[in-house]
C-alpha cells in the first residue's frame, strides 16, 4: 500500500474536506495512474449525501477520471507510463457471468464502482478521482486520443467517463440515427450531451426544457428545435412524432406528457435516477401505441471506448467550468441551481491549494 491525498465526505452533512489514505501497491495487471482532471457528477452529490441510502464513510467521490500513466504492473500489455488514459464509474466485475461476456460489465451483479463500493484486492471500501492517485486493473482502463492532449481538451474529456457514456449508450442500443426523430429532455451535464450525440448521429434533435433562456445555447449544440415542456400548445404539436425520448433529468418528473409525443412502438428511456420516486405512468399511455418505457446505465468498457473513439473522431467533448479542488462545496450549491453550463471538471493540480 502506498500514500496518496484527496477530498473526503466524512458524513452526508459536513463539507468535503481534505483526506489521506492508502492505494493498493501495483498488482500484475494493474495500471497506477497520476489523476489530471475529475468531472463532478451529479450522482456524487447523491452519495456524498446518503441520498441513495448506500453511503459507506468517509467517501472519495469522482468516477469521471482522466490521467497519465505512472507505473504499470508485470502482466500490462497494453499501456506503459506515459500514456492518456481515463478511468469511468467500474474499476472491477466478475468476468464470467452473461453481462461480463456480453461486454455489458455495468450489469455484473458482482460489479465493483469507482467508488464507495468493496474493492475485491484489499477487502476494503474503493476511493474516486477526486485524488492524486489511482490504482486500477488494466481492463477498466480506456484510452485518450493524443488528440485531446491539450490541456483544456483533456479536461473537457473527464465528463465523457460518465455523462458522455450515460447518453451515448442508449442512443447507440435503439439504432439512433438519420432520419429518426429525437428528444432530449433536459439540458445539463447528461443533456448537453444528448443533445451533441444525436445531432452527430444525424437525427432530427429536439431539446425539451422547462426553461426558454436556454433555447440559444440548445440551438448552439446542435438542436433542431426547442419545446419548453410547459407550454401545452407547443407541446400538442409534437404528439405522436418522436421516435424516440431520453430523459436525462435526476429529479422526479412526470413522464405521462412525454409518452404521449411518442410514435407508434417509441421508446422513452430514463437515464436520471431521482431521490424521489416519479409520478405513477397511465397504463394507457404505453397500451394503445405499444409505446415502450425503458432505462439505461452507463456502458460496458468495449463501448465506453467506442464512444472516446467517436468523440476523438468527430472532435466532441463536454462544456464544462474548470475549478480548483477547494471549490468543490460551492461546486455541489451551484451543481443542485443548475448553475454551471454543463459540467464541472476539477484540475487536480490544485489539490494541495
Known amino acids: 500500500m502506498f500514500k496518496t491525498s484527496g477530498y473526503a465526505a466524512f458524513d452526508p452533512r459536513s463539507p468535503l474536506g481534505p483526506f489521506e489514505f492508502e492505494r493498493r501497491d501495483l498488482q500484475p495487471t494493474d495500471v497506477r495512474i497520476e489523476i489530471l482532471y475529475c468531472g463532478v457528477c451529479h450522482t456524487d452529490i447523491h452519495q456524498v449525501r446518503n441520498e441513495w441510502g448506500e453511503s459507506v464513510y468517509p467517501i472519495v467521490p469522482g468516477h469521471e477520471i482522466v490521467g497519465r500513466v505512472v507505473g504499470v504492473g508485470t502482466e500490462v500489455k497494453k499501456y506503459q507510463a506515459g500514456d492518456l488514459v481515463g478511468v469511468g464509474c467500474l474499476v472491477d466485475s466478475c468476468r464470467y457471468c452473461e453481462d461480463c461476456e456480453d461486454d455489458l460489465e455495468q450489469f455484473c451483479p458482482h460489479a465493483v464502482f469507482t467508488y464507495n463500493s468493496l474493492d475485491k484486492h484489499t477487502g476494503k471500501v474503493t476511493y474516486g478521482g477526486y485524488s492524486r492517485e489511482i490504482v486500477v486493473e488494466e481492463r477498466f ?31 447507440r442500443h435503439w439504432n439512433v440515427g438519420k432520419g429518426d426523430k429525437v428528444g432530449i429532455v433536459g439540458l445539463g451535464g447528461l443533456g448537453h450531451m444528448g443533445v451533441k450525440w444525436a445531432h452527430a448521429f444525424g437525427a432530427h434533435t429536439v431539446l425539451f426544457t422547462t426553461s426558454p433562456n436556454k433555447k440559444e445555447d440548445a440551438l448552439r449544440l ?97 462544456d464544462i467550468e474548470l475549478i480548483a479542488m477547494p471549490k468543490i462545496n460551492q461546486a455541489y450549491e451551484r451543481m443542485l441551481k443548475s448553475d454551471v453550463k454543463y459540467r464541472f471538471v476539477i484540475d487536480m493540480a490544485t489539490l494541495g491549494a
Open 141 to 171: 482502463v480506456l484510452c485518450i486520443s493524443d488528440k485531446f492532449a491539450a490541456p483544456e481538451k483533456l479536461a473537457a474529456v473527464a465528463p465523457l467517463l460518465c455523462a458522455g457514456i450515460t447518453t451515448y449508450s442508449p442512443l
Open 222 to 318: 446542435g438542436a433542431d428545435e426547442v419545446v419548453v415542456s410547459r407550454n401545452e400548445e407547443e407541446m400538442k404539436k409534437h404528439v405522436r412524432s418522436f421516435d424516440f425520448i431520453l430523459n436525462t433529468v435526476a429529479a422526479p418528473n412526470d413522464q405521462n406528457p412525454l409518452l404521449a409525443l411518442l410514435k407508434r412502438d417509441g421508446v422513452l428511456c430514463l437515464v436520471g435516477v431521482p431521490d424521489h420516486p416519479h409520478p405513477p405512468i397511465h397504463a394507457s399511455a404505453l397500451v394503445l401505441y405499444r409505446r415502450s418505457l425503458a432505462g439505461s446505465l452507463i456502458g460496458g468498457l468495449k463501448e465506453t471506448q467506442e464512444m472516446l473513439d467517436f468523440s476523438a473522431e468527430h472532435d466532441i467533448v463536454s
